[in-house]
């Protein structure tokens, strides 16, 4: 149990449920009340409260706290169970290394959390985007780590930790040239997505180097400029399958970057009279629940989000460690293949082995 499934039980922020957890001013009575009644009835304890710094020779430490601090992103962990679980091992790994995790939130004309603001952190954990200019310097003075962030590589500081984009993309192509697939597309649904471009970059290489050719189906692929927030409706998604349905021949193979659009793309493709399975075979990614309703079920790929969330608390701690070693680091955690029938495959061999 974690603060993220209090939060799903109270149907609060998880910022919010911290705020109670670690006790901060600023909730109301009746919030805080609905949040001791979810760990109540999901049986949470927080892990108790580390007092003062560790010993000497161990963790560089001052305050005993790490914040997660969300930039420009409220995560609805229903609609994120990928960031959920990236979080989640987060938390349980800070708690094993002794300290307290403070959750907070940065939105645009917004301000810092009081702990982040008054420096009472040793290091910080982020998800999202660019903090605004004003507080870049002031968040940079601290250990960081990014966590799942990719998306530019301007104005970000600290580390990152994040899937392997490149290798996804590369054991979705394999994966379906080795099921006989020779025209293959990759529903490009955000050109401006550096982890969707990174990903599909690689996918189109890895084709074509093993004969097969492909179509990127998207809107507007030219767009390369980074949207604040990305969304991906039916309208959308219709508009992709019709490109797709338009090409002769139409692809047999397709690659979704996301379950979740995996999900609208059935939907669609039916729609308009096209079997997935028969027809047409689709690879999404992030290996969520939510494709145990699709008939037949895709292959998809792990981005092995607890690794993930692990990593980032590793390297965050090093970093605590090492403040004096500047350079900074890009650490991508090699994701797992699961074919319609469940297996495993952490790596595919290519189609012409």
Same mark, same amino acid.
């Given at each position: 149990?974690?603060?993220?499934?209090?939060?799903?039980?109270?149907?609060?922020?998880?910022?919010? +449920?911290?705020?109670?957890?670690?006790?901060?001013?600023?909730?109301?009575? #009746?919030?805080?009340?609905?949040?001791?009644?979810?760990?109540?009835?999901?049986?949470?304890?927080?892990?108790?409260?580390?007092?003062?710094?560790?010993?000497?020779?161990?963790?560089?430490?001052?305050?005993?706290?790490?914040?997660?601090? *969300?930039?420009?992103?409220?995560?609805?962990?229903?609609?994120?169970? @990928?960031?959920?679980?990236? /979080?989640?091992?987060?938390?349980?790994? +800070?708690?094993?290394?002794? /300290?307290?995790?403070? !959750?907070?939130?940065?939105?645009?004309?917004?301000?810092?959390?009081?702990? @982040?603001?008054?420096?009472?952190?040793?290091?910080?954990?982020?998800?999202?985007?660019?903090?605004?200019?004003?507080?870049?310097?002031?968040?940079?003075?601290?250990?960081? @780590?990014?966590?799942?962030?990719?998306?530019?590589?301007?104005?970000?500081?600290?580390?990152?930790?994040?899937?392997?984009?490149?290798?996804?993309?590369?054991?979705?192509?394999?994966?379906?040239?080795?099921?006989?697939?020779?025209?293959?597309?990759? *529903?490009?649904?955000?050109?401006?997505? *550096?982890?969707?471009?990174?990903?599909?970059?690689?996918?189109?290489?890895?084709?074509?180097?093993?004969?097969?050719?492909?179509?990127?189906?998207? #809107?507007?692929?030219?767009?390369?400029?980074?949207?604040?927030?990305?969304?991906?409706?039916?309208?959308?998604?219709?508009?992709?399958?019709?490109?797709?349905?338009?090409?002769?021949? *139409?692809?047999?193979?397709?690659? !979704?970057?996301?379950?979740?659009?995996?999900?609208?793309?059935?939907?669609?493709?039916?729609?308009?009279?096209?079997?997935?399975?028969?027809?047409?075979?689709?690879?999404?990614?992030?290996?969520?629940?939510?494709?145990?309703?699709?008939?037949?079920?895709?292959?998809?790929?792990?981005?092995?989000?607890?690794?993930?969330?692990?990593?980032?608390?590793?390297?965050? +701690?090093?970093?605590?460690?090492?403040?004096?070693?500047?350079?900074?680091?890009?650490?991508?955690?090699?994701?797992?293949?699961?074919?319609?029938?469940?297996?495993? /495959?952490?790596? @595919?061999?290519?189609?012409?082995?």
């Amino acid at each position: 149990m974690s603060i993220v499934d209090v939060a799903k039980a109270a149907g609060l922020s998880h910022s919010t +449920v911290s705020r109670v957890i670690n006790q901060r001013p600023g909730v109301a009575p #009746e919030t805080a009340a609905a949040v001791r009644r979810a760990m109540q009835s999901i049986g949470y304890t927080p892990p108790a409260k580390r007092r003062g710094p560790k010993p000497k020779g161990r963790i560089r430490a001052e305050t005993g706290n790490i914040g997660l601090l *969300m930039v420009g992103t409220e995560t609805t962990f229903a609609r994120a169970p @990928v960031t959920a679980t990236v /979080f989640h091992a987060a938390e349980k790994a +800070v708690a094993k290394h002794g /300290f307290n995790l403070i !959750v907070g939130q940065l939105d645009d004309g917004g301000r810092l959390p009081p702990d @982040v603001a008054k420096g009472h952190i040793d290091g910080l954990l982020l998800h999202g985007y660019p903090p605004p200019l004003e507080f870049r310097h002031r968040l940079a003075a601290h250990p960081s @780590v990014w966590m799942l962030s990719q998306r530019s590589s301007r104005d970000y500081f600290g580390d990152r930790v994040c899937p392997d984009n490149e290798f996804i993309g590369r054991i979705a192509a394999e994966h379906l040239i080795r099921h006989g697939h020779k025209r293959l597309a990759y *529903m490009y649904f955000s050109a401006t997505h *550096m982890g969707f471009r990174a990903r599909a970059e690689s996918f189109q290489d890895t084709a074509e180097e093993l004969g097969a050719t492909v179509e990127l189906i998207a #809107e507007n692929p030219s767009d390369r400029r980074p949207k604040p927030r990305e969304e991906f409706g039916i309208e959308h998604t219709e508009k992709l399958v019709e490109r797709l349905l338009s090409m002769k021949p *139409m692809p047999t193979g397709v690659f !979704v970057p996301r379950d979740r659009l995996a999900v609208r793309l059935y939907r669609c493709l039916r729609d308009h009279g096209i079997e997935p399975g028969r027809d047409v075979e689709i690879v999404s990614c992030d290996n969520e629940p939510i494709l145990d309703a699709l008939d037949p079920r895709p292959a998809t790929i792990d981005v092995q989000a607890e690794s993930i969330g692990e990593c980032s608390v590793q390297q965050l +701690v090093y970093r605590m460690q090492h403040p004096q070693r500047k350079a900074r680091a890009l650490i991508t955690i090699e994701p797992v293949l699961i074919d319609a029938s469940g297996q495993e /495959f952490k790596g @595919v061999p290519s189609a012409s082995d």
